[in-house]
């Protein structure tokens, strides 16, 4: 049996030695030596990268349940000073996936003690969510199908152990899209002898001002622009734009693609620049299947803690969306407390509160999940 204090002592350890996505070698090691001594039927590493799966089995056949935690950090430098704070500069766990694979390490301690009546348990530790990398690296690998699988997320802004919910849409679509412009450099005496893109970038930047619905969750947010060198005796003649567009759903991300790219192309077109465009960092937006979040709802019902429905969805974006796109599942939020400091900022801190609430939300779920 192991105790609670065990599992903080775990998630200190892997916040002090946080690590970027798609580099979680320690923490895969770290992981393993904690899931070793919980005996799983199976435990496989080296998954997507740095991706752990454990699996438990009951002794009759029946359902398959994965859940799933994240496992990287941020290339964000932590400023409080805490027992375990980070060892590496520059990098730390600022979403709070330390405290994602406490929990799951948790949940195989259980598991350890009491296997499951029927059906199988996979607890999947999976690398690079910040990039929207892993989650589709793991799926077009993983050799189960699962029937239902499960993911939480910890929300500052909301109660301490608060269960946050939504059918449907819980977290919205993202992608990242650059955009290269070459136009003709020229002498800066001469600007109108060469082709400058900076009308282009000026024009598309407030394109995207344009474009967004805050409200509606439709975002197209400029994340970096260059144009041509530091030399002040040249015009230049290219540029690189970055943007990130959001979007609650498919259908809505694939409509403000559409009119981004006619608008790049028109652009480049009018002032005679040769372009490219690219796509990166794709996540897919998470879409809550209704049998797996009532049977959410209904654990932390009768676990006693309080929920919340959400309106809308949230803006950001979850690669668990890999998922619930290929298997019915559902992630849910877990409130981190209505003053912490939000989600990737340099003095936040996972709450070590939350290690049981989340160990006895995957529990329940689990038992009814394999029930079905
Ligand atoms: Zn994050
Ligand atoms: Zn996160």
Redesign the pocket.
């Known amino acids: 049996m192991i105790s609670i204090s065990e599992l903080i002592e775990l998630r200190h350890t892997l916040h002090r030695e946080p690590e970027l996505s798609g580099n979680e070698e320690q923490t895969a090691k770290t992981l393993v030596q904690f899931l070793k001594r919980q005996h799983p039927d199976l435990l496989m590493t080296a998954i997507g990268g740095h991706g752990i799966i454990a699996v438990y089995r009951g002794e009759i056949p029946g359902r398959t349940v994965l859940l799933r935690c994240?496992m990287d950090a941020l290339p964000i430098h932590e400023t409080i000073k805490i027992s375990h704070s980070s060892t590496t500069g520059g990098v730390s766990h600022k979403?709070?996936?330390d405290g994602?694979m406490a929990i799951l390490a948790g949940v195989s301690a259980e598991l350890a003690d009491t296997r499951p009546a029927r059906g199988t348990v996979i607890l999947l530790f999976q690398p690079a969510?910040?990039t929207g990398q892993g989650a589709a690296r793991i799926i077009s690998r993983m050799e189960y199908h699962p029937d239902f699988c499960y993911a939480l997320?910890n929300l500052p802004g909301f109660p301490a152990g608060r269960v946050i919910t939504r059918d449907g849409p819980f977290a919205g679509a993202s992608r990242g899209i650059i955009v290269t412009l070459t136009g003709k450099s020229s002498h800066a005496a001469q600007p109108l002898e060469g082709i400058s893109p900076a009308p282009a970038v000026a024009s598309l930047i407030s394109y995207f001002n344009r474009v967004s619905i805050q409200a509606e969750g439709i975002m197209a947010t400029l994340v970096h622009a260059s144009i041509g060198k530091i030399a002040f005796g040249t015009s230049p003649g290219n540029a690189t734009v970055m943007v990130t567009l959001r979007a609650p759903t498919a259908e809505t991300m694939d409509d403000l693609s559409k009119r981004i790219e006619q608008q790049i192309k028109r652009t480049a077109g009018k002032e005679n620049l040769q372009h490219t465009i690219s796509w990166t960092e794709e996540f897919p937006a998470t879409i809550n299947a209704t049998l797996p979040n009532s049977i959410i709802r209904s654990t932390a019902e009768q676990l006693g803690y309080k929920t919340t429905i959400l309106e809308n969805p949230f803006p950001w974006s979850?690669d668990f969306g890999h998922f619930t796109e290929k298997y019915p599942g559902a992630l849910f939020g877990l409130g981190a407390g209505v003053d912490s400091p939000p989600?990737h900022s340099p003095d936040y801190d996972f709450p070590d509160r939350l290690i049981p609430i989340g160990i006895a939300m995957f529990k329940g779920i689990i038992e009814r999940s394999l029930e079905q």
């Open positions: 994240d979403c709070g996936h994602h969510e910040e997320h979850e989600l």
